[in-house]
């Protein structure tokens, strides 16, 4: 029986020896699946083991105990970083990852982020960034830290901003203000800003906050009297909202002073009898002044109404106030072609309507693609022009049927006018070269054919008031043959009139008469050819 029961204990303690061994073999064999913690103790590390919290680091102990609520520290953790990173939502992403599978989420900011990995049944979650150090011990590089550091960098530049900052609740009174909103407000009270109560007074009122954003520019008055101008912007919230206010005064008196600019221009324009129209970059009317309505039937109100440049010609083309082209494709082209050549710098017409009327239309480019049309009526100028050829024409006929030849100099001594009788005369064509044509240049010409010696002194002397030039004639000879006496007069303004009239004749020939001074006159008949000039004038 002691044998017996001597290897019933054997068999029992070896028995115990393998349960004792085989725990430990699958202990170690667990230990080594399961990940160990290796990371700074100020760092968040979490490890479960399904929603078994199995190891945390301090950091992430301290974010446990300042998230009591939850069923178990999966749905804690969880929770509170949800509030962070709304996109892990209940954690069912974390939870459904894989052997050796990894995932990372960050916040909406980018400063908190989340990442974890499963290393088999267990996974290794590691927050960083922006969390709280709710522990209390707010380290230099804790979330906590990195906010107040952050907000106190946003208070510093709020604070120092040049320009009103301010935020408002829905009912519109202010609930934070910046040092120049209160700075201001102190100026539109009159008062020290130290003196100011609180809150503020809400200084741009006009602009209230509203679900949408708004612009605007509004305008405080100091107690001197004197204006301050700020371009405002509301952006708006459920809460309230929140306003910047930017200094106008600068662009104000901008504003001011173009206003002004304009107004004298309208002024001007008002009183100019030339009609303007200025297009902008859209061709769209933007100016015009009354002398426009006055030289075209156009009413003020169609004007006012903005019309486009196709519109404006159009209607001018339906009172026949513009040339009438074959075609209206034809007249449609050439607005086109206004507008270009007018974008140019090129367009200048003169416009004859069948009412008798004529406009010069002249087209200037502006900056940007504006155009500027000046129309000037210069009916009573054509009119005259037309009349002043029209007398020229008459005296050019009258001298062409008179009985001799005729030819005006300007007290210059340039020729003004000759008959056509004058210029068959002499082989000349004046209208060719004007200039070339003087009084002293024919004298010469004219002595080829004198038959006396001291014509040139004699003629210089009657045109130039030495001697009497009405009593000045001389009995000359052509190039073709003819025999002319030639005489000057003088006209009003210091102008000669040189005539020249045919000889008379004497049997069937004309004569040739020679004056000399204190004798008688003598008759000579002259051969049939030419005469040929007397040599050693």
């Keep these: 029986m002691a044998v017996i029961a001597t290897a019933a204990g054997s068999a029992l303690a070896a028995a115990l020896l393998a349960l004792i061994g085989f725990a430990l073999i699958l202990r170690r064999s667990r230990h080594l699946a399961e990940p160990e913690i290796r990371a700074d103790p100020s760092q968040a590390v979490f490890l479960f083991d399904g929603e078994i919290l199995i190891d945390a680091t301090d950091s992430a102990r301290r974010l446990l105990r300042a998230r009591p609520t939850g069923k178990n520290d999966w ?31 960050s916040s909406e900011t ?36 990195q906010r107040d550091a952050e907000l106190a960098l946003l208070r510093e530049i709020a604070g120092k901003a040049p320009v009103p900052m301010w935020i408002a609740d829905s009912a519109g009174s202010i609930t934070w203000a910046n040092a120049a909103y209160l700075g201001t407000a102190a100026a539109v009270a009159g008062m020290d800003m130290r003196d100011l109560s609180w ?5 741009f009122s006009d602009l209230k906050s509203m679900p949408k954003d708004r612009k605007g520019r509004i305008t405080l008055k100091l107690p001197g009297g004197s204006l301050r101008y700020f371009n ?4 708006g919230s459920d809460s309230g909202g929140t306003g910047f206010a930017i200094p106008a005064d600068e662009a104000a008196k901008a504003d001011a002073t173009l206003r002004d600019f304009v107004q004298t221009l309208s002024k001007t324009f008002a009183h100019l009898p030339t009609g303007i129209a200025i297009f902008d970059s859209n061709k769209r009317l933007i100016l015009f002044n009354p002398a ?102 008459l005296e050019q006929e009258v001298l062409d049927n008179l009985g001799f030849a005729v030819a005006v ?41 004198a038959r006396r010696p001291g014509f040139i002194a004699r003629a210089e002397a009657a045109v130039s008031g030495g001697t009497d030039a009405s009593a000045f004639t001389e009995d000359l000879a052509t190039g073709q043959g003819r025999l002319v006496t030639l005489s000057f007069r003088r006209l009003t303004g210091g102008a000669v009139m040189a005539s020249f009239r045919d000889l008379p004749e004497v049997g069937g020939r004309r004569r040739f008469v020679l004056r000399q001074p204190g004798r008688g006159e003598r008759t000579q008949s002259p051969a049939p050819l030419a005469l040929e000039p007397e040599t050693g004038r």
């Design 292 to 393: 426009l309505v006055d030289l075209f039937p156009l009413p003020a109100e169609h004007l006012a109404s903005r019309p486009t440049l196709a519109d404006f010609f159009d209607r001018l083309r339906e009172c026949r106030m513009v040339p009438e082209p074959r075609n209206y494709s034809q007249w449609r082209q050439s607005m086109i072609d206004l507008q270009s050549s007018a974008r140019n710098g090129t367009y200048d017409e003169t416009w004859a309507l069948g009412t008798g009327q004529t406009f010069r239309v002249v087209g200037r480019p502006h900056p940007g693609g504006a155009i500027a049309f000046l129309f000037q009526d210069i009916s009573a100028e054509m009119s005259v022009t037309r009349r002043f050829r029209a007398e020229l024409q």
């Design 409 to 449: 100099f300007s007290a210059s001594g340039n020729l003004s006018l000759c008959s056509r009788s004058y210029a068959e005369l002499w082989g000349t064509d004046p209208a060719a070269n004007p200039a070339n044509e003087t009084l002293h240049g024919s004298i010469r010409r004219w002595s080829a054919g």
């Design 199 to 203: 809150p503020p007074p809400a200084l």
């Design 110 to 145: 980018g400063l908190c982020r989340v990442s974890a990995i499963r290393y088999g049944t267990t996974l290794r979650i590691e927050v960083s960034g922006d969390l709280p150090d709710l522990d209390g011990e707010a380290g230099a590089d804790s979330g906590a830290g």
């Design 232 to 235: 405002v912007t509301s952006v």
């Design 75 to 105: 749905e804690r953790v969880i929770g509170f970083l949800a509030e962070s990173i709304p996109s892990l939502g209940d954690g069912a992403d974390l939870e459904s990852l894989g052997p050796s599978e990894g995932l990372i989420r």
